[in-house]
């Protein structure tokens, strides 16, 4: 969180190539950016309208009945003069409540469209951004927190999204609103515009310690809101480790403390805005004051004719003011919402640009996979050159049921990864058939490799989806068939809606050993060449371990076989045996034929045995 608030800090100068990048998610859409532009354009043009048409008012009306004959024939013609105004003030009525109509029709379509432009390119930049991070490098989620990526294809995008809406469009609206009143002022009366206008210095003034003193509340309140986010996720979801340990008043202090800071920083937005917007009635105030002041003087020395022009001048300059102000109040703020869509598309962008992903170039994809596996001579390290796997060489052959055994930390999973290209090696070459990993489709690559991990990670949703991952080719036959080849079918039957029960978020619902027979489930119906069973065992109890057991001994036969696990038990039937310690392959052989030689596997069995005569 510290790195995001520099990260906002560090930008000052907008960056008008991240809006270059934004605009080019517009480019399906550009009919209705075009369309966009052009009513801003149109609004503009109309803005000045209506206060000019007051202005025709009093000037036609006030100044017709002013210009009519003098002594005795004003008295006759006083009736025709009286309904020659009435019609100019009602055929002027009914324009202006036809062009208001007309207005606001188009500030609605101009309203609609950039909302639902900013949408549409939020909607496309969010499916692209989390394509990039299906095919992220899993290295990247080793070291990225899930809550920032989470919160890169969510809320940054979100706020993409007023660059449109809030930002960039409606800005042009309204500085080509402020240039076109300014202009038809200008047009009307020089004079009086200069006066009008002459307070503006303060309100640029005013404006730019606004727009800065936003800016900054806007980053503290950002913050705020990601760290009160981050304590409110994490401690819902270690809920069980602060109750169990007593610690609910400790944590509850740090939440009040965090959430202060979120009600203080809020405060001080809400307190420039409180600031700013008075200031602004009031330079509007001083302004109108200054156009009264000097029309009113210019009236009193000109004859009666120009002194009703000037007072129709006047009247419309005032409008003209509120108009020029309307826009004026919001348009710092909008340049803040702007710069901040901006840093959230440089966020994302980021994301975008990471190259730290796995390349799939290959184009080999073979219909069936026999099963051989060579590793030769591979070096890994997850980061840098802290190796965890180094020169290692083995071969399995199509059919062999191999076991890895060691110590946590020796490299067991790291070798699994790497199979399937879930990490990139950087040293030697992994071959399956012979065929180098990196040439294969990634998609035919993985979908050969059948994988039960000992971390379960089931989705919100049924049984059923979660066994099938919502595949229509697996139909529900399939996967009944395949529960009972388990022995699990019976269990999920005693479920209420069995098949279709919602295991909740993460399958709390469920024990992990039930989670994991489903997963076993799951990796059994994609029908793999080679299966890979990552401590499979590890949580299942006695019971449920001789079913898998028994289901384990049926589907490896004429399958290629890696398996992972503790309980050494479980693996004398294995063809082979590798023994790792500290990312080196220490023994290869058989059950018997490594007890025999009295090594690393000798003594990780006779550790574990003597382990289970101590519990019995």
Request: no cysteine; glycine share 6%.
């Amino acid at each position: 969180m510290h790195l995001m608030s520099q990260e906002i800090k560090k930008r000052t100068i907008f960056d008008f190539s991240l809006l270059k990048r934004v605009f080019q998610f517009v480019s399906p859409y550009k009919s209705r950016f075009y369309l966009s532009i052009f009513l801003s354009l149109l609004l503009a043009v109309m803005a000045p309208v209506r206060p000019w048409l007051i202005q025709i008012t009093i000037n036609r009306g006030i100044g017709a009945r002013e210009q009519a004959a003098p002594g005795w024939l004003n008295h006759l013609l006083a009736d025709t003069i009286g309904t020659n105004l009435i019609r100019i003030i009602l055929f002027i009525t009914v324009f202006q409540i036809v062009f208001l109509i007309l207005e606001s029709f188009l500030r609605f379509l101009f309203s609609f469209y950039t909302a639902w432009l900013g949408q549409s390119v939020v909607k496309d930049l969010r499916v692209t951004v989390y394509n990039k991070v299906l095919g992220l490098n899993l290295s990247q989620f080793d070291r990225t927190p899930i809550g920032t990526l989470t919160t890169r294809t969510i809320n940054d995008i979100e706020s993409v999204n007023d660059v449109f809406s809030d930002g960039l469009i409606p800005i042009i609206a309204d500085l080509l609103s402020i240039f076109s009143i300014l202009g038809f002022m200008f047009y009307v009366d020089w004079k009086l515009t200069l006066v009008s206008i002459a307070p503006f210095p303060i309100l640029i003034i005013a404006t730019y310690f606004f727009k800065e003193s936003v800016n900054k509340s806007f980053i503290r309140v950002r913050n705020a809101v990601a760290h009160l986010n981050a304590f409110v996720q994490e401690h819902i979801t270690g809920m069980a480790i602060v109750q169990a340990f007593a610690a609910e008043d400790r944590e509850f202090a740090k939440f009040k403390k965090i959430n202060k800071e979120h009600r203080n920083a809020n405060i001080n937005s809400i307190f420039a805005y409180s600031v700013f917007f008075p200031v602004v009635e009031i330079i509007l105030a001083v302004s109108t004051a200054l156009l009264v002041w000097f029309g009113a003087t210019q009236a009193l020395s000109l004859p009666r004719e120009q002194a009703v022009e000037m007072t129709g001048k006047v009247v419309a300059f005032i409008l003209y003011l509120n108009l020029l102000f309307r826009p004026l109040r919001f348009i710092a703020d909008k340049f803040n919402v702007l710069q901040m869509g901006m840093i959230s598309s440089e966020r994302v962008f980021k994301v975008l640009d990471n190259d730290d992903y796995i390349k799939s170039e290959g184009s080999y994809a073979p219909l069936q996979v026999k099963g051989k596996i060579e590793f030769d001579k591979v070096w890994f390290a997850y980061t840098g050159d802290r190796y965890v796997l180094r020169d290692i060489s083995f071969t399995v052959n199509p059919g062999e049921t191999v076991a890895i055994v060691g110590h946590t930390g020796s490299g067991k999973t790291s070798i699994i990864s790497l199979m399937n290209r879930l990490y990139q090696i950087q040293q030697g070459e992994i071959r399956i058939d012979e065929v180098k990993v990196e040439d294969y489709k990634l998609d035919v690559l993985r979908s050969r490799i059948g994988v039960v991990l000992q971390d379960v990670f089931l989705f919100s949703g049924s049984v059923l989806d979660n066994i099938t991952l919502r595949n229509p080719e697996i139909s529900r036959e399939k996967v009944i068939e395949a529960a009972k080849l388990i022995g699990v079918h019976d269990f999920i039957m005693k479920l209420p809606g069995n098949y279709d029960y919602n295991v909740m978020e993460r399958g709390n619902t469920l024990s992990l050993g039930q989670r994991q027979l489903l997963s076993f489930i799951r990796a059994l119906l994609y029908d793999p060449a080679i299966l890979i069973l990552d401590e499979a065992t590890s949580s299942i109890d006695t019971g449920s371990e001789l079913l898998i057991q028994h289901a384990i001994d049926t589907i490896i036969t004429g399958r290629t076989s890696i398996v992972i696990a503790h309980r050494l038990s479980t693996i004398r039937k294995a063809n082979k045996i590798i023994v790792l310690d500290k990312g080196e392959i220490k023994e290869i052989g058989a059950h018997e034929e490594l007890l025999q030689k009295g090594g690393f596997y000798a003594k990780l069995h006779e550790m574990q045995f003597e382990k289970q005569q101590v519990n019995v």
